[in-house]
Each structure stands twice: as C-alpha cells, then as structure tokens.
C-alpha cells in the first residue's frame, strides 16, 4: 500500500494523459474498476481489495515492476487485446533505449519518459543500462478485459 500510495499521483496522471489519447479506453478501464469496487465479495480478500482501491490511482488493471534489468524483446501476453498499456522508466542512469522493431524504432528511453503502446501486440524491450533504473509498467489486465472496445 506505500508504493500505491508514493505513486499515486504519477498513476493518475498516467491514466490523465490515457483519457486524452484513448478515451473510451480510459472509460472502460474506470468502468472494470467501479464493477470491483461494488462487488468486493467477488473476490478472495474483498477489504484488501477496498483498501487497494483507495489508493490505486488509475484506471488500469495491473501494475508491474522491473528494476535493473535488461528486458528482452517480448509481448505481454496477459495484457487485454486493443489497449494502451503505458511503460514509464526513471532512476539516475545512462544511454537507456526503448525498441519497438515492428515500428523499426528505437526510443531514447531517459528517466521519466513514458511510451504508451499495445504491448500484446507489439513486440518491445528495454536495453541495459550503467546505472540504477526501474520500470514502472501499467497494463490492462485480461482478466478484466472481456469487454474491452
């Protein structure tokens, strides 16, 4: 819940700037949130579930950490079809890059950029880098997807 809490705000403008580029999308991610919120039964746990929602600062469905690490070029497989996930790196290091090959793209990738692409169907990966880096990845979720646009 402290890490919900320290990026809470940087969640919300994440999900602020998805409002701009994918409404409906943004909608839909608020909608899947409010259906658990007013369902917590549904769930193994429903106060942790109530608990996380007060601090859970946008409309997606799924958060994952990775630091320090090279990342592959790979898809996400558990992210829903026909969605913007965001990527957002930041600590202090150098030479950061960001591949999207279907795309034949590479991204400076410096701290605090964040890209905002279809991660299941674009293959991406993060390059290694001299220094301390965490990435910061925001996702829908397939669990919650079904009815996604």
């Avoid at 969640?11 to 007013?38: C, F, N, T, W």
């Avoid at 106060?47 to 990775?66: H, R, Y």
């Avoid at 913007?84 to 410096?110: C, H, K, L, Q």
Wanted: charge should be negative; include cysteine.
């Amino acid at each position: 819940h402290q890490f919900l809490s320290d990026t809470q705000e940087l969640s919300a403008l994440l999900g602020g700037i998805l409002s701009i580029i994918h409404p409906e999308l943004y909608h839909q991610g608020m909608k899947v949130l409010r259906s658990i919120y007013d369902a917590p039964d549904d769930f193994r746990n429903p106060d942790l579930i109530i608990d996380t929602l007060w601090v859970w600062g946008s409309p997606f469905t799924a958060m994952s950490l990775i630091s320090n690490r090279h990342t592959p070029l790979h898809r996400d497989l558990l992210g829903a079809l026909n969605s913007f996930d965001v990527v957002m790196s930041w600590g202090e290091y150098d030479n950061g890059r960001f591949d999207i090959p279907a795309t034949g793209m590479t991204f400076r990738y410096d701290s605090g950029t964040a890209i905002f692409l279809d991660t299941r169907t674009f293959k991406h990966g993060a390059s290694a880098v001299v220094g301390e880096k965490v990435l910061f990845c925001l996702i829908f979720s397939t669990a919650h997807a079904q009815t996604w646009p």
